[in-house]
């Protein structure tokens, strides 16, 4: 092992010391108090800034390392978010309770379990039981249930998850508008104005995190009439790219020109994502060459928000350069994933009790997955397994 992997591995164990270290036992299970959109202390379920997500880390150290205590809390914290009783969404895998159930989906996956958990199954189910809509993005809405249930069923192969995920596809189709903008959807069915009328491209809540979920469909069923939908909002994808740092970024909306975002959320790293893994499912060449330029483009910003976590920072432009690296085989993307890897280790703190790790703001600490420490610890270790573990949200 060559001495910047193993820096790596010290800061994983350092990630999951911080994450054994702030657990707290409760009536059911284990929880951690993580911090809110407004910088407060919280106990929440989801992915975005509560527990949900915390269990892809856990699941993953202890199939890279065997350690039997991440195994414990995981399970632990999937046990807390099925019994958590306070105001919480149901649906939507980064906003609700969608998330932790596909992190026990994720546990049954990597223990070879062929069996999905009860809170695999009741979130699923619950998803099936209601009217879809009326959000249609990757973060919370109808694209990230779809692919949800998709991957219930690809673990199941029962055959009521795929009609679901084929219900919420259907749905969204009925959502598109095509006009001189092109294709695209809203990100609410019913807000035709104000903020979110506008036309998002980013994976969060734009066009791109619905075509993934359209490309994957697609891919699982061999269904043409899910590729052209997804073909049809990729085009206009590519129609807002804009070149930068020598290669592409995307602004926030179709009606931006400005670039400010470069991040999995908004711009080139995460809509990067989506077309490598519709090259590796459509086949098209163009694809791969917009995904490589938004790679490209991405490392050129480099830590322009001064923040390590997925959803905002190094971590998540990381993973782009890590498919990319899988996509092309060009040995400079995984150099540059490491690169990322690195400079994520200057973001830990030291305090009394130990190291600890913060969200996107200095000074405040927290395990979550998309603003803190499991996050960031989930892509170190892809980086330091020969990018051989998925990403399990996307």
């Known amino acids: 092992m060559t001495s910047r992997m193993k820096t790596l591995e010290e800061a994983i164990h350092s990630i999951f010391g911080f994450i054994e270290r702030t657990a707290e036992k409760a009536e059911h299970g284990t929880t951690w108090t993580t911090i809110d959109y407004e910088n407060k202390p919280q106990h929440d379920i989801s992915v975005f800034n509560g527990v949900g997500g915390i269990p892809f880390f856990l699941t993953d150290y202890h199939r890279c390392y065997g350690n039997r205590k991440a195994l414990e809390l995981g399970r632990g914290a999937i046990e807390w978010c099925a019994n958590f009783r306070d105001k919480h ?8 309770q969608t998330g932790a159930a596909l992190a026990a989906l994720h546990r049954a996956a990597v223990m070879g379990e062929t069996a999905a958990s009860d809170l695999t199954f009741a979130n699923a189910r619950n998803i099936l039981s209601e009217p879809p809509g ?5 973060l919370g809405g109808e694209a990230s249930n779809g692919l949800f249930l ?6 199941t ?11 919420c596809a259907r749905w969204l189709e009925e959502q598109m508008i095509r006009d001189e903008r092109g294709t ?14 506008k036309v998002f491209l980013g994976v969060a809540h734009g066009i791109s995190g619905v075509a993934h979920f359209f490309v994957c469909l697609a891919g699982e069923t061999g269904s043409e009439r899910w590729a052209s939908i997804a073909r049809e909002l990729f085009a206009t994808l590519t129609r807002y790219a804009r070149p930068v740092h020598g290669g592409l970024n995307w602004p926030g909306t179709v009606c931006q020109e400005d670039m400010t975002r470069c991040q999995w959320s908004h711009g080139a790293a995460g809509i ?14 163009a694809y791969l060459e917009t995904g490589v330029l938004a790679a490209e483009a991405t490392f050129g910003y ?7 976590t997925q959803c905002c920072g190094l971590a998540g432009s990381g993973e782009l350069f890590i498919e990319t690296y899988r996509a092309t085989g060009n040995a400079l993307w995984r150099e540059r994933a490491l690169d990322f890897a690195h400079r994520c280790l200057a973001y830990k703190e030291s305090v009394p009790a130990g190291d600890a790790w913060p969200t996107d703001s200095k000074g405040l600490y927290s395990a979550d997955f998309d603003y803190g420490a499991s996050g960031v610890g989930h892509f170190l270790l892809r980086v330091c397994s020969d990018e051989s573990l998925p990403m399990p949200l996307m």
Do not use: S
Request: net charge positive; with cysteine.
């Open 157 to 167: 192969r029962e055959p009521e998850f795929l009609q679901g995920a084929e219900r």
């Open 134 to 138: 009326p959000i249609t993005d990757l």
């Open 272 to 285: 990067g994502l989506t077309f490598l893994n519709a090259y590796r499912v459509l086949g098209d060449a």
């Open 150 to 155: 998709l991957k219930v069923w690809t673990h």
């Open 184 to 197: 695209y959807c809203l990100p609410h069915q019913h807000h035709r104005t104000g903020n979110w009328a």
């Open 302 to 308: 480099g830590d322009y928000r001064q923040n390590y």
């Open 89 to 96: 969404h149901k649906r939507g895998l980064h906003m609700g």
